[in-house]
């Protein structure tokens, strides 16, 4: 039906409409919100007549103020956008359906609950008096006639307690306690005769039980559950979340039941209007005759509206306007929406190329240097599904000839689906077969623990890591272990002559060095220099490990800018500039550090007036290696190739 009334050709206003609306939109903080600017311009174009009237047959509805208009948008993230009555309660009706719809699956499971209410669309009326005589039960749980058979599933000891179910589960849903309209369901449950006809005849086919005035009270009741379109709005962001309401955090109801209901919804949802609706809006969605609607986009956002006047199939009027208007003007149609697997890889680079942020020495740079290409590094980006996961598997496939380890990194990825999760394990297990090891890192711990508990083959445990620094690293180390024999790794602190930048000084030159080193050791975790200070010595790691990090303040976790072990240098620009320190060193384990004062190194250039430049050349040296290498970095991390 196409929409009637003076707003007919109000229906789908374009981008330029949306942006010349009445309202400008403004947050609190001064930026303009074009979506909410877009709701109110709807919410303008469609609040006059709109043709429908209010329910009466239920008499406690008839009293409804046809003026009443809300509008509500609650995306996945739990922000909430209204205009107009969005904070007016009313009862809920047949948009209880589809969540007691998912009460049941839960409580039954869906093998035992198709048995007993089909998901079949019947193209009829929402109070239709027709069944699916095949299968000898209702045709969806969507229509009266279903959505009764449903609630008399619900399981509980009592009446109450199945009534305090319903009113739980509801509550949850629009994260906010709920109470029933005792008005509205005692009006209804005098006077809905035709709903208690559907009952009895369900009875005489053995499609319920007998306690056919309890079931009735119980979907009288859960009916007239009390709700605004901004309740209605989060309930459908929370099908929208795959069951997670996005404001609580709380999972509602199991995945695989919204996805039953969200089919039900888009097949059935609407009555015999559900094929046009399909067609034209593209949004699961479910009406009742207290004027609310609901409609989802999964995985992005849900709405609510509410406006008492209904058309004749019992669908509020300016709702269906709003959602089909919403629908085209931003092509919601889910037919429409459709995720972009091919951008998964951002960017694949070999451990030659991109180094961890542990500084080597010199040795240890040449072993990277050639075999660094053993390690292959893939940073992805967006969800992980079937089709992007597939595209990963076809690039991976054939080009990891030499490849020992494989690291993905999943910072930036994300939602992991179970087919996504399969085809991890099945790619772990096809590189042990060959060998090699698959790495991952950023991943969060809950999508962890469900990818070894789904795996046959037993992850090793050094195959999850923190982030994409932490696994090049510990490659880098297996690398190093493999190619230099432990004979040539120091062992026990470094004496001043084994350091690099001390090469090259004479023996009296070092004598006269070793007379103003300090000796200072330090406790995991201890801090060296603090970000800020005065920069007036400088250090050299004996034995041990530090950290140079950022602290990205208190919400957030500090950041690695480098890790320095034996036999190199930190703080040095105390040599160059005197300056303040730029970040924080803190000792990574126990360690030994010499540290040398500035001031006291300036004194021995009297005597010794050689020191000075051959430290300040071999510590040149050792950052233009450190520029050439990060320079080499940015081109990979950047996509270039070799100069
Ligand atoms: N309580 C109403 C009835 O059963 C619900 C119908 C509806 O909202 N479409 O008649």
């Not at 046809?66 to 993230?77: E, K, Q, R, Y």
């Not at 996504?420 to 991952?440: I, P, S, T, Y």
Request: net charge negative; charged share 25%; with cysteine.
């Amino acid at each position: 039906m196409e929409p009637q009334g003076p707003n007919a050709d109000a229906k789908g206003p374009g981008w330029r409409d949306m942006a010349g609306s009445s309202f400008d939109g403004m947050s609190p903080d001064g930026i303009a919100s074009p979506v909410l600017a877009a709701l109110h311009t709807l919410h303008h174009q469609h609040r006059g007549p709109c043709g429908g009237a209010v329910a009466t047959y239920i008499p406690e509805l008839a009293k409804a103020d046809p003026s009443l208009f809300g509008i509500s948008l609650a995306t996945v993230d739990g922000h909430v956008y209204e205009v107009g009555d969005s904070r007016h309660e009313f009862t809920i009706q047949s948009i209880s359906k589809p969540l007691v719809y998912g009460l049941v699956l839960a409580d039954h499971g869906r093998d035992h609950v198709v048995t007993k209410v089909g998901v079949e669309p019947s193209g009829d009326a929402f109070n239709s008096i027709i069944f699916d005589e095949k299968g000898n039960r209702p045709f969806n749980p969507m229509v009266n006639a279903g959505a009764i058979a449903t609630t008399a599933l619900i399981d509980g000891a009592s009446p109450e307690e199945r009534l305090a179910r319903i009113v739980d589960l509801f509550g949850r849903f629009a994260g906010r306690p709920l109470a029933i309209d005792h008005e509205v369901f005692l009006s209804e449950r005098e006077t809905g005769h035709r709903n208690r006809a559907i009952a009895w005849l369900e009875r005489n086919f053995g499609m319920i039980d007998a306690q056919i005035d309890e079931h009735l009270d119980l979907y009288f009741q859960q009916c007239s559950i009390l709700v605004t379109a901004c309740d209605l709005a989060m309930m459908a962001a929370t099908l929208a979340n795959a069951g997670v309401n996005p404001k609580t955090g709380e999972r509602v109801l199991a995945p695989h039941h919204v996805r039953d209901i969200l089919s039900v919804m888009n097949t059935c949802g609407m009555y015999d209007y559900a094929g046009t609706w399909s067609f034209d809006v593209g949004l699961p969605a479910k009406s009742g005759v207290g004027g609310g609607i609901i409609a989802v986009l999964p995985g992005q956002f849900g709405i609510g509206t509410f406006s008492p006047p209904l058309d004749d199939r019992g669908n509020s009027c300016r709702g269906l306007r709003v959602c089909q208007a919403l629908s085209e003007v931003f092509n919601l149609h889910v037919f429409a929406v459709s995720p972009s697997p091919l951008t998964v890889i951002r960017n694949q680079y070999r451990a030659t190329r991109v180094h961890s942020k542990r500084l080597r020495s010199a040795p240890e740079r040449a072993v990277l240097d050639r075999f660094g290409d053993e390690v292959c590094i893939y940073e992805l980006q967006g969800d992980l599904y079937f089709a992007s996961m597939e595209r990963l598997l076809r690039d991976l496939d054939g080009g990891l000839e030499g490849v020992c380890y494989v690291i993905l990194d999943a910072r930036r990825v994300g939602r992991i689906d179970a087919s996504a999760r399969r085809l991890l394990n099945r790619l772990h297990e096809a590189l042990a077969d060959q060998g090699k090891r698959l790495l991952l890192s950023g991943l969060p711990a809950s999508l962890l623990s469900l990818l070894r508990e789904e795996a046959e083959l037993p992850w090793p445990d050094e195959s999850w890591f923190e982030d994409e620094d932490t696994a090049l690293e510990w490659c880098e180390n297996r690398l190093i272990a493999a190619h230099i024999p432990a004979s040539r790794r120091p062992v026990g602190p470094l004496p001043l002559a084994a350091i690099e930048i001390f090469a090259c000084l004479t023996t009296d030159e070092l004598a006269a060095v070793q007379t103003i080193v300090e000796e200072v050791r330090y406790c995991a975790g201890e801090r060296i220099i603090r970000e800020g200070e005065q920069a007036d010595c400088f250090y050299v790691v004996r034995s041990g490990s530090v950290i140079v990090r950022l602290d990205l303040g208190p919400e957030k976790r500090m950041k690695r800018l480098a890790a320095i072990g034996p036999g190199l240098c930190f703080g040095e620009i105390a040599l160059f500039d005197g300056g303040h320190r730029s970040a924080d060193v803190v000792a990574d384990e126990e360690t030994s550090c010499y540290r040398i004062p500035v001031e006291r190194l300036a004194q021995l250039t009297g005597a010794y007036p050689d020191i000075r430049a051959k430290l300040l050349f071999n510590i040149g040296r050792e950052l233009s290696a450190r520029l050439r290498s990060a320079t080499g970095e940015i081109r990979a991390l950047e996509g270039l190739g070799d100069p």
